[in-house]
């Protein structure tokens, strides 16, 4: 008040005062004097005062009785203008608060004078207000007659008057309360022991109470007892009240000063007593009342609904609720009953409009709700109050879907005040509202035709009431379309958000005290220990009590809500009001989750998930879930019949996506409207926020989820993320713009979604997890049996979800993986992909994750990541082993060197590919050994390394891809080279693994198991190397065989040295021989059937074009290895012990593969043979490079000669005695048992030589085209052995064996060979070149002829059987030998492309050994052996036949070779032939050299036609070399030579000197033909001998004389013959043969005459020359001869005549000589 109270202010009043004084005195000056007076002296009083106070305020308030009396003595003159003068006076001084109590009272009597006049009621109204503001002076009943005078200008006929006394009622009410809780403040600190109120006393109870409490009381009472048309007992002079105002002061009151009534009993008693009975009185009317009931219309409250009463009423009920529910638990339990039954359809439309609004308010206060809760519905015999009002609003809801809403008969048809006129209720316009010719969509509910506009009305969480406002109004209002629901709705929206933001909010303040306190418990301290326990366990009585509470007030609700909801849901068309009923689903199913109230939660989230789906779609869906329970039933409550309302198709949404139902048989099409993408955004959301709490109903939310996602056409894409995929099979998915921008953002909300999850904790995580699982399950039986695109939602996913969750994968991986194996095992080929995509995915994503603690230091966790991978192996679907493997080759390239344990694995997928698939699988699992093998070895665990090599041999059996198993081949081979390097590491980390095993073993008391055990592991390692490689050198394919076989010999070769040495016993006879066997047993049983070319455009060489001759090649390398071992480590091998027994088996192989039937092979043993003939005798022990450890072998010894059967061969044998002898020597075994058992061998060597040769050389018994005949190289190469090998035996070879080796050169040299190799083997015809073979023969012959040489005594013997050898090969010159009953072509007749078998051309071979006998018998021709066999007699014998074929010889050479050879053997022979001639050992050889001279000389062959006159005359000189030498060599020495020989080489000659013609010759060809100079020699030679006087028997001189005459009587003859013809013939000339006889007869006569001359004179007989001279006539006679050769050959043989023409002598001596 300082601004009334300042000097100014003060000087300013009294200023006024004294004006305000003089202006009354003016105006009373004529018609009032008194009051003049009192005026003029008011102002002395008045400056008396200021004079004398100094607190002049304060005085002029005690004197204020005074100071006032002029003014209302004023007011009593009922002038206007005085009254109002004073009026404006007396309010100045109460402004200043200078007006006493008693002057008050005065005050208020003059007013009420003036009112009761009818004077100046406005400035009385405002003089009263004034009065009751500005101080508290005014009490008790001064105060009440203020009020009732205001309350009787209420009253008055104007309006003016009316309202503003109104409003004055209303601020006086307003004052006399707040003076009161003024008074209260001042009392505060002073604490007043309250009195007892007793039972019903009113009046008395005022006593306790103070002045303005007091007032107050005594006003309110007196209220209630107006409205209750009572009359009043404090504000006397009442006249007139209404129930309208009395029921607003009421609530004003109520409403403003709720804490006065709270704190005073005496007013709550007021409250209880008075206004509840008051109240529920007044309501009577309203609850009686029916619809279409009594329609009399009266102002007075009659028995009919009224609409301000009732309005004001609930205004009334509302305060009374929202205040002081506290107080009246009992009379708020009706309230909210009658509230609840105003909603009913039979209620006026206003009432119930009003009700809702009432009920709106209720709803904003989640308190006031949660207290309704706790004090009725959780209590056992109370109305379920809160329950009631939910369901209410709920059934209201469904009633005005229902129910056409029918009010006063003015309101239905009356438009609704926001559609300018136009008819709404019909349902035809469906809201449509043509503006300007535009159409617009208002926002509306519309439900089975019923349509009904939603109106904002207000803002959210704020209940602002519009009819409840209306209290002007008499007439009940029209209530527009609409109103009713949309409040309704915002009812429910509000309920909902206030309930789940209150529960939610004590949730997270417990949540947070919990962890506070326990945060606190974790770190105590002594003292407050105590008081922790206490204050956590208070906590927990308080979170059990609220719990409670939540879930009643949840339980309470949740049924109404959800079907108000819903309906709503399915009516709305607005997108906005839809996105609200959404959204308080979407918090309600939060909230129950929250809690824990399954039902209520999964009931929730159906409707959501219905929402999503089309109309009667998701019934099919949902309803095999769990939501079976809530969908289509109808909840009671308290006899309200709540239908859930399942979704109507008619609703008029945009459609806004056609796609295909997911079914196992989808028929036809289903749309998705904008209001089913919409829930599904809020099942999203749901989703994503809340997953924590969904639990089981993770299954309704992905089930629904998954339904969309497929009609909506979303594929999974990389890492699960679903993206618009292609069209689907069957009427393509058609989706609008508006959705298509959607769709991304509704898969990325997806994905996000499954990211969330790794937010969950582990329990809602396996929720989630195992609703994926099943979704899934059922996704798979859906796409069993067709191959329709499958859902992949769940797989894609459970795939999303595994990614985000790594750094926990170890709780969800068994379930995650073990669910996708089973998917990668469906038949439907996509979706199997998918399953594999994932598994592949998550297994990569977690080996690369960065785990804590990482996977190098956790094993555990590494194998449970690739386990999986593993038992991909047992699916059979190709596609999915690919996958596999692709996932297994990127392991490897970005984990490779971190695998570790996890080898075995790996290793184990690689291997576990079979044969049969495929090629591109086993072509990627390839790679990845490929990879492995290359990158990986070092940093793999060793105990691996065995592994890898079983599964790069197995690849090598993969039979699909031939470069694979080459490869793999090769991949053996790297392997082995790492053996190599890193051997050392290798050995010492398999023997502290071995030993690691051994003691785990020994402990368990089992043996320990593995391949090859007795060898240490490394050893074992290599030793599974080699039998992999074994394997894989029998395969069926000659490429990997070859390859193999090749890759095991190189290995064994180059890293053999590293084995222990007793492994090789293994290596011996597991590996090589083991493999041996298998090789022959196959090549021998291989099929011989030709193999077409390969794959169109590959030639098959005819060298390989069967199994067999494929086989062959095998067998060939394999032998060849495993000889070449032997050669090369025979180091090693020899004090194995079993060597021998070793040998002996590997001659076996040699000797089987030499006799089989195929060159290739056969020929390749032999080669093997030399290789192991070529073998030195092990260097001694101190000499050796590389030591193996000395090995105590029991040695053989030589015991006794034990003989073989048929073989005088010493034998080995090891026993007792080699065992015994073996101990007493030293570590160094003595030499002779070396030498022994080495002669052994080469003496087994010899025996396995021997059984080759005559097996292979034995002519088969029958031939026809596929009779085998060994080849030429085969044979040659056979041959050539015997050198080197009989090097090692010479000293104990004998007869016996050289009559074999003869058999078998024999044999060998016979083969002939098959014309089609001939061109290559034989040199052509004429060519004198031995053939290898034959070269091989004469080696063999002269290296056992030079040991004979060089040999003891006892070996000469042999040289009469080489020689027989030697011939026996000389006679093949002319009679080739047979081969069995093969024939054979000449070799000129053969056609090579014919299968013939040529002979061979022998001529230079027989030649050549031709040649060798000469130059043996050279040296040998004086040997005691070659004496006493007849050497000589069977050369000559051999030569015979060539000799006397002469010109039928195959070769001309052979016969000139043989006479030159008889002629060089008789020169060495004949001399030898004559010291022994007393001996008889050359008897029967004369005989012999006769007929031999005879058939040669004379032969019956004739020379070739186009023999050359200089040939035939070097034939001549032959023929008489021969002569020659039986006339110097024979001749002479004819005393040492049996005579019968004599007698026969006499004939011989006298048979030459004649030689006859050839009847054959032609005329032309006679002079060549007639051998002169051979005649010549034999005549001479015969003259020579006829006529010696050296001729021991007249016989032999009667032989050659009776040779002449024959001679020259025959050429008589011819002579004569000749004349006679040529006379005859004149002109023609005679025959060319007569000429050539002719001509010859002539040469031999002058032959004959020459020879005679030179012939000792007394060899001649008389009679010979006789008859040579009676030739003489003759002769001249054919000098008319006309041949001109006839001629001059008649002058050569006339010539010689000259001699005998001399002077005659005596006739009686001639005739005497």
Known sequence: ???????????????????????????????????????????????????????????????????????????????????????????????????????????????????????????????????????????????????????????????????????????????????????????????????????????RSVSTLKPCAKDAYMLFQDLCQLVNADAPYWLVGMTEMTRTFGLELLESVLNDFPQVFLQHQEFSFLLKERVCPLVIKLFSPNIKFRQGSSTSSSPAPVEKPYFPICMRLLRVVSVLIKQFYSLLVTECEIFLSLLVKFLDADKPQWLRAVAVESIHRLCVQPQLLRSFCQSYDMKQHSTKVFRDIVNALGSFIQSLFLVPPTGNPATTNQAGNNNSGGSVSAPANSGMVGIGGGVTLLPAFEYRGTWIPILTITVQGSAKATYLEMLDKVEPPTIPEGYAMSVAFHCLLDLVRGITSMIEGELGEIETECQTTTEEASSPTQSSEQQDLQSTSDQMDKEIVSRAVWEEMVNACWCGLLAALSLLLDASTDEAATENILKAELTMAALCGRLGLVTSRDAFITAICK???????????????????????????????????????????????????????????????????????????????????????????????????????????????????????????????????????????????????????????????????????????????????????????????????????????????????????????????????????????????????????????????????????????????????????????????????????????????????????????????????????????????????????????????????????????????????????????????????????????????????????????????????????????????????????????????????????????KVLFHLLDRVRESSTTADKEKIESGGGNILIHHSRDTAEKQWAETWVLTLAGVARIFNTRRYLLQPLGDFSRAWDVLLDHIQSAALSKNNEVSLAALKSFQEILQIVSPIRDSDKPETPPVVNVPVPVLIGSVSGPGLSRPFVRTDSVGERLGRYSSSEPPVVTDELEDLNLWWAAWNTWYRIGSESTKPPITFDKLTFIPSQPFLTALIQIFPALYQHIKTGFNMDDLQKLGVILHSAISVPISSDASPFILPSYTEAVLTSLQEAVLTALDVLQKAICVGPENMQIMYPAIFDQLLAFVEFSCKPPQYGQLETKHIANAKYNQAEWVALNYVPFAERSLEVVVDLYQKTACHKAVVNEKVLQNIIKTLRVPLSLKYSCPSESTWKLAVSSLLKVLSIGLPVARQHASSGKFDSMWPELANTFEDFLFTKSIPPDNLSIQEFQRNESIDVEVVQLISTEILPYANFIPKEFVGQIMTMLNKGSIHSQSSSFTEAEIDIRLREEFSKMCFETLLQFSFSNKVTTPQEGYISRMALSVLLKRSQDVLHRYIEDERLSGKCPLPRQQVTEIIFVLKAVSTLIDSLKKTQPENVDGNTWAQVIALYPTLVECITCSSSEVCSALKEALVPFKDFMQPPASRVQNGES
């Open 1 to 203: 008040m300082s601004g009334t109270n300042s000097p100014e202010a003060v000087k300013k009043l009294l200023e006024n005062m004294q004006s305000d004084l003089r202006a009354l005195s003016l105006e009373c000056k004529k018609k009032f004097p008194p009051v003049k007076e009192a005026a003029e002296s008011g102002i002395i009083k008045v400056k008396t005062i200021a004079a004398r106070n100094t607190e002049i305020l304060a005085a002029l308030k005690d004197n204020s009785s005074e100071v006032v009396q002029p003014f209302l003595m004023g007011c009593g003159t009922k002038e206007p203008k005085i009254t109002q003068l004073c009026l404006a006076a007396i309010q100045r001084l109460m402004s200043h608060e200078v007006v006493s109590e008693t002057a008050a009272g005065n005050i208020i009597n003059m007013l009420w004078q003036l009112m009761e006049n009818s004077l100046e009621e406005l400035k009385l109204l405002q003089t009263v207000l004034v009065l009751l503001t500005t101080n508290t002076v005014v009490h008790d009943e001064a105060l009440s007659k203020a009020i009732v005078l205001c309350f009787r200008l209420h009253f008055t006929k104007d309006n003016i008057t009316n309202n503003t006394a109104a409003a004055t009622v209303r601020q006086v009410v307003t004052v006399v309360f707040e003076r009161m809780v003024a008074e209260d403040e001042r009392h505060r600190d002073i604490i007043e022991q309250p009195i007892l109120v007793q039972g019903n006393s009113n009046r």
């Open 611 to 1069: 929402g999503s789906l089309p109309p009667h779609y998701a019934l099919t869906v949902l309803n095999t879930t769990t939501a079976a329970t809530l969908s289509n039933k109808s909840y009671s409550i308290q006899g309200q019949s709540v239908m859930m309302i399942s979704p109507s198709s008619e609703s008029h949404q945009q459609v806004v996506a056609v796609g295909q139902p997911l079914a196992v048989q989808p028929q036809g099409t289903v749309m998705l409207t904008s209001k089913n993408i919409q829930c599904m955004r809020t099942l999203l959301n749901l989703a994503h926020c809340h997953g924590a709490v969904l639990g089981t109903s993770w299954q309704l939310v992905l089930a629904t989820l998954q339904h969309l996602v497929w009609i909506l056409g979303l594929k999974p894409s990389s890492g699960g993320a679903l993206k618009p995929g292609r069209a689907v099979e069957g009427p393509s998915t058609v989706l609008t713009t508006a959705v298509m921008t959607d769709l991304p953002v509704i898969s990325n909300i997806l994905s996000r979604l499954f990211e969330s999850s790794q937010y969950l904790d582990d329990v809602s995580l396996h929720h989630l997890i195992n609703a994926l699982c099943s979704l899934s399950l059922e996704a798979m039986d859906m796409a069993y049996g067709n191959n329709k695109e499958p859902s992949l939602f769940a797989v894609a996913k459970l795939l999303e979800t595994g990614l985000v969750n790594m750094h926990r994968i170890e709780i969800l991986w068994r379930p995650l993986t073990g669910h996708l194996l089973e998917v990668c095992q469906h038949p439907n080929s996509r979706m199997r992909e998918w399953g594999a995509e994932a598994l592949t995915s998550l297994i990569k994503a977690g080996l690369t994750f960065n785990h804590d603690p990482p996977l190098s230091q956790n094993q555990r966790l590494q194998l449970l990541l690739l386990n999986p991978l593993k038992e991909m192996s047992n699916i059979n679907h190709p596609d999915i082993r690919l996958k596999q493997l692709e996932c297994v080759l990127q392991i490897l390239q970005s984990q490779g060197d971190s695998l570790g344990p996890g080898w075995p694995l790996v290793l184990g997928v690689m291997g576990a590919i079979r044969n049969d698939q495929g090629e591109s699988l086993i072509r990627t699992a390839f790679q990845c050994l490929q990879l492995v093998v290359t990158d990986f070895l070092p940093t793999m665990p060793c105990t691996c390394l065995q592994i890898v090599v079983d599964v790069a041999g197995s690849f090598g059996l993969h039979n699909q891809e031939l470069n694979i198993s080459l490869t793999s081949i090769g991949l053996l081979w790297n392997i082995s080279d790492y053996f190599f390097q890193r051997g050392e590491t290798i050995e010492k980390e398999l023997n502290k693994e071995e030993a690691a095993q051994q003691k785990q073993a020994e402990e368990k008391g089992v043996v320990l198991n593995r391949p090859f055990h007795p060898a240490p592991p490394f050893d074992c390692l290599w030793l599974c190397l080699y039998a992999k490689l074994g394997e894989l050198c029998v395969d069926p394919r000659p490429a990997v065989r070859k390859s193999a076989g090749q890759t095991l010999f190189s290995t064994i070769g180059a890293h053999g040295t590293l084995l222990q040495h007793s492994t090789w016993h293994t290596v011996i006879w």
